[in-house]
């Protein structure tokens, strides 16, 4: 495998961690996110073997204990969800071998091999989710464009990052190949242009709370098949719901999750923006500048190999904050705005949310479009492209 354009993987390390501990690691994400690329490159003395190719997913469907036995110290095994008979055979293997790190298994159908590893593989399987390259690792190989709307607009896919294409090409042709191939193998989508038209509805509703029965009924179809194609979309690893803040200070919460999008090339594709100029005026701007700072929020703490302690908060009275960060003894609160320039009403949330949150109160971020980092009136003023030290020990 050619490795000489890799881009370093904030998630490598938390691998090389978990490797002493578990038999099996398993790397799930969206379908062109690296995943094959990682593990190759991490682990490149073990065979590699795709299930997507026929034959081999026959002969694991056919003779698993023959498919493995080809592999005495083990090997990464590429969308291993598409021969789900090997699972109880790997069981057996891993149990009967004791040694650390032996399969490397890689899936982009993230409900598929979840439910392979919960039956049979639990404890013996450390899983990881693989994003599109978030900006804190194109900005270490200085790949990041340098204006936000550029950053945007690109997003995060490796082969925008090795291959001579238009982003909007590619994505076009990502939708169509991957997207809606991911979901009839899971779901029967009787109507596929009616799906093509939901996956647009989510990306004009990002940031926004989930609607299920507005979403169905500008598609003409249930708030149940709504739900079905948003789970859908999550496990690919396309889109994630960010939940509302929980606790109660003696308000009335809003307990709807909000939608976001892992990567803002996609969502520009799928809301027609084509072009730095069209992104610059768009009604929408403002929600989609919000995405690429939650999201990176969303990536930094997926690549340390942990779970997400992100949230939103909303009360009825309608007072919002973009991102709380729950570290335990404290609420890091998080307002997001596009605009270049500062002004002090930025920071009339931030303050607001001190006297909600009280002795909860944690440190204070404005994420903004400009590009110096600064303290002002107790705040921490940080650019776009540092959004991700909120998640900073």
Request: aromatic share 10%; charged share 25%.
């Amino acid at each position: 495998m050619n490795t000489r354009n890799y881009i370093p993987r904030q998630l490598e390390q938390a691998i090389r961690d978990l490797v002493p501990g578990f038999p099996c690691i398993a790397i799930t994400g969206a379908r062109q996110a690296g995943k094959t690329t990682l593990a190759r490159k991490l682990f490149p003395d073990k065979p590699y073997v795709s299930l997507e190719d026929l034959d081999q997913r026959e002969f694991a469907g056919n003779d698993p204990k023959g498919f493995l036995d080809r592999f005495p110290d083990g090997a990464i095994l590429d969308e291993v969800q598409r021969a789900p008979s090997l699972f109880s055979y790997l069981q057996a293997r891993v149990d009967d071998d004791e040694r650390m790190g032996l399969f490397i298994l890689t899936g982009s159908q993230h409900f598929h091999l979840t439910e392979s590893i919960t039956q049979s593989l639990a404890g013996r399987t450390a899983m990881l989710n693989l994003t599109p390259f978030s900006m804190k690792e194109l900005s270490s190989v200085s790949r990041l464009p340098e204006n936000p709307d550029e950053t945007i607009l690109t997003g995060g896919y490796p082969p925008l990052f090795s291959r001579k294409v238009q982003p909007h090409t590619w994505f076009e042709n990502y939708t169509g190949t991957y997207i809606e191939r991911d979901v009839r193998s899971v779901i029967n989508v009787r109507d596929l242009m009616t799906f093509r038209k939901f996956i647009r509805l989510c990306a004009g509703r990002v940031g926004q709370l989930v609607n299920l029965s507005s979403l169905g009924a500008e598609c003409g179809v249930s708030h149940n098949t709504v739900r079905s194609w948003l789970s859908v979309l999550e496990a690919s690893a396309i889109i994630f719901f960010l939940q509302p803040w929980f606790r109660n200070f003696n308000k009335r919460l809003v307990k709807t999750p909000k939608i976001y999008f892992f990567d803002t090339g996609l969502l520009c594709n799928l809301l027609g923006i084509l072009e730095t100029g069209h992104l610059r005026y768009h009604p929408q701007r403002g929600s989609i500048f919000e995405n690429l700072v939650v999201a990176e929020a969303m990536k930094e703490r997926l690549n340390q190999g942990r779970k997400p302690n992100l949230y939103f908060f909303r009360d009825r009275s309608g007072f919002e904050l973009d991102l709380i960060v729950d570290e335990g003894q404290r609420l890091d609160a998080v307002e997001i705005k596009s605009g270049k320039t500062v002004t002090g009403e930025f920071f009339q949330e931030l303050n607001r949310w001190k006297d909600i949150a009280g002795d909860l109160a944690g440190k204070t971020w404005l994420i903004y479009g400009g590009g110096e980092k600064y303290l002002r009136q107790g705040h921490h003023v940080l650019p776009w492209d540092q959004s991700s030290e909120i998640l900073q020990p």
